[in-house]
Nanobody
Framework: QVQLVESGGALVQAGGSLRLSCVASGNIANYVMGWYRQAPGKQRELVAD???????NYADSVKGRFTFSRDNAKNTVYLQMNSLKLEDTAVYYC????????????WGQGTQVTVSS
């Protein structure tokens, strides 16, 4: 089992930047790692994820503004968020998943990002 702990959420003005971090309790090298977010009254949605090979997939709404990165040696993934918009306000969750016959999926507790005008 993998435990995920996010940090870095904060209140920031529109146009500002934040970097989120997610530290895993175990080796993430074989996991697909991702960031999701959930705004009030909305479903949780994918922000970005990275396969084991390093290919990163971004939601259209964050392309060109957010950058996903992973440091397998530190069991940590990051989400650099630039040019933040009001609609980026949400709880951001770290996700780890791997298929070993069955799909194993883990979530962090979430970190709040609030973008103000």
């Amino acid at each position: 089992q993998v435990q995920l702990v996010e940090s870095g959420g904060a209140l920031v003005q529109a146009g500002g930047s934040l970097r989120l971090s997610c530290v895993a309790s175990g080796n993430i090298a074989n996991y697909v790692m991702g960031w999701y977010r959930q705004a009030p009254g909305k479903q949780r949605e994918l922000v970005a994820d990275s396969s084991r090979g390093g290919t990163v997939n971004y939601a259209d709404s964050v392309k060109g503004r957010f950058t996903f990165s992973r440091d397998n040696a530190k069991n940590t993934v990051y989400l650099q968020m630039n040019s933040l918009k009001l609609e980026d306000t949400a709880v951001y969750y770290c996700n780890a998943r791997v298929r070993l016959g069955n799909l194993y999926q883990y979530w962090g507790q979430g970190t709040q990002v609030t973008v103000s005008s």
